[in-house]
């Protein structure tokens, strides 16, 4: 179909439209393209709202929230015209629970996913749900296999595309060329995808199907030199390296997961073992910045159609990512300890049409607010039950209301057994993390601007979780122990994660009765074996 008759399509289908959610469209390759839906054009409301959540980026490998990288300038360019959040934590460093977070406000104590790939069952609504009862057309683009539409994440999504959404492409165009031609068009398009997840490539990959991720060659990342030569690193070692670390998925996970074993198989000399590492570490930072190059020329697409004065866009993620850190149990990869570099993720907004005021926001944040934030800034209607344990910062950021003084929270994911003889190889998991720990033994932290208390391991030899507190701005790397019973301030944060460990273990076990629906043994392993989670 060409755009002139998919424009002419868009038109003739906007007067008879039924009421928005309704008519699913899934589009893929050589798919005829449905109309687009038009709305009652609303002064308050955004005509365009970018939802952009890809997965594994932490804070640290991102500037503004690192000022010593200088690998994401497309994104340190954003910054300096949006909110940036500098202290945004997520509920936990696995994408299936964490997308559950983000589109629906809530924990899993309410949104009811405990383990990946799961189907997302909860009622509540999220937040496509809540811009189509709006009068938004609502687009998913659902390239993650732990969030996919088909388990109900996006729900209320009208039009859903199981790829990446790049600039550049048919429908990406076509949903531009839409709100270019009709003033009363309004388009919410939320995505999922990673480029960024381990095993961390050399070259762009093919996982989202769609090589060099549709961008011109100016904004193709082939090397990092600067960072590459600082580590030492030529180009023909970092390949070196790489296709060992790849070796079909099995050294990655055992790098993950056991990493002392790993070492000592590779038996490399220090030297050349620190060359390894620096190299995973260089491979990492390569596709952070292709991630850059990606979000940069699709913010360039929308801003050559003169539509960034009328639009909201939000950048986050799923969890961030750990490299090498020598007082963490596991390497190169999230989950299963509640690390800094994992829990702290970007958070920017940008949209001065919602009267979004350019800064740095200081103040601690949580996925679980971008839902009620964004249906604020674009004044939505929310629906009652609607992101229960989020907070509607949009006063703050147009400067009429003060930061607000929250805490976040975080988990870890209950042991699963099935999950668990898949890895049963790598020992330093399962000494961290026994099988049969259940939900009592839920390693979960709270942090507010200045500390941070957790529940978990310190020394592989723990017998069990303890009580641990980190002075958050001295002390990143969690090295000093400072919890102290008699400290009002963390004792206080103790109780309250007791509190949200209790309600965990109490959810958790109700799921598991209540269970109606669930993915099969083979949908389940097709999926955790294309994230990279199982060989």
Same mark, same amino acid.
Not at 8 to 16: I, Q, S, T
Not at 287 to 308: C, H, P, Q, Y
Not at 381 to 403: C, H, I, K, N, Y
Not at 501 to 527: E, G, I, P, V
């Given at each position: ?134 009068? $938004? ?5 659902? *390239?993650?296999?732990? %969030?996919? +539409? &088909? ?5 209320? @999504? ?123 570490? $260089? ?5 952070? *910045?292709?991630?850059? %190059?990606? +979000? &940069? ?5 929308? @801003? ?134 259940? %939900? ?96």
């Amino acid at each position: 179909m060409n755009r002139r008759r998919f424009l002419m399509l868009a038109g003739a289908g906007a007067a008879g439209a039924a009421a928005a959610g309704a008519g699913l469209y899934t589009w893929r390759r050589n798919r005829s393209t449905p109309p687009l839906r038009s709305s009652s054009r609303n002064p308050d409301h955004p005509r365009l709202v970018l939802y952009y959540v890809p997965c594994t980026v932490p804070a640290w490998a991102i500037n503004p929230f690192n000022k010593d990288i200088g690998f994401t300038p497309n994104l340190a360019r954003f910054a300096e015209k949006s909110a940036v959040f500098m202290n945004n934590s997520v509920e936990i460093g696995a994408s299936g629970i964490s997308y559950a977070s983000l589109f629906t406000g809530a924990h899993a104590d309410q949104h009811g996913v405990f383990s990946q790939p799961e189907i997302l069952q909860s009622p509540l609504p999220q937040i496509s749900q809540v811009f189509a009862n709006n009068g $938004y057309d609502t687009f998913y683009f659902d *390239a993650h296999a732990m %969030a996919k +539409f &088909g388990m109900n994440y996006g729900a209320g @999504s009208r039009h859903v595309a199981d790829y990446l959404l790049t600039p550049g492409h048919w429908l990406f165009e076509m949903l531009l060329d839409k709100l270019s031609s009709d003033r009363n068009y309004r388009a919410f398009v939320m995505t999922s995808f990673t480029i960024t997840h381990s095993v961390y490539p050399f070259q762009p990959t093919l996982r989202n199907r769609i090589q060099d991720y549709g961008l011109t060659p100016a904004y193709r990342v082939k090397d990092l030199p600067a960072e590459r030569k600082a580590a030492g690193l030529s180009l023909e070692e970092v390949e070196q390296f790489h296709d060992i670390y790849q070796n079909s998925g099995r050294d990655a996970l055992q790098l993950q997961w056991d990493f002392p074993s790993h070492v000592r198989e590779l038996n490399f000399p220090p030297a050349k073992l620190e060359k390894y590492l620096s190299a995973i570490t $260089y491979l990492f930072k390569l596709n952070v *910045a292709r991630l850059d %190059a990606l +979000f &940069g020329k699709t913010v360039e697409r929308i @801003s050559e159609r003169g539509l960034m004065d009328e639009s909201v866009i939000a950048f986050t993620a799923d969890h961030g990512e750990i490299m090498h850190r020598d007082n963490a149990f596991f390497k190169f990869t999230h989950g299963n300890q509640q690390a800094p570099e994992v829990l702290r993720t970007p958070f920017l907004i940008y949209g001065p049409c919602a009267g979004v005021k350019p800064g740095l926001h200081q103040y601690v944040t949580r996925s679980v607010d971008a839902f009620p934030t964004l249906a604020g800034l674009c004044a939505q209607a929310m629906p009652d039950g609607a992101a229960p344990q989020g907070v509607d910062l949009s006063a703050t950021l147009r400067g009429s209301a003060a930061p607000p003084d929250l805490e976040a929270f975080s988990h870890e994911v209950v042991p699963d057994p099935e999950n668990y003889e898949r890895l049963k190889e790598f020992k330093t998991l399962m000494k961290v993390h026994p099988p049969d720990g259940g %939900a009592d033994a839920m390693w979960a932290s709270v942090r507010n601007p200045d500390h941070i208390v957790k529940f978990v391991k310190t020394d592989i030899g723990d017998p069990a979780p303890r009580l641990v507190a980190f002075h958050v701005p001295s002390d990143p790397e969690e090295r000093r122990d400072i919890y102290d019973p008699a400290d009002p301030v963390l004792s206080g944060m103790a109780s309250r994660l007791e509190e949200y460990r209790k309600r965990l273990a109490l959810a958790h076990s109700q799921w598991k009765r209540r269970r109606t629906q669930s993915l099969t043994d083979s949908q389940k392993t097709r999926k955790l074996k294309d994230m990279g989670y199982i060989k």
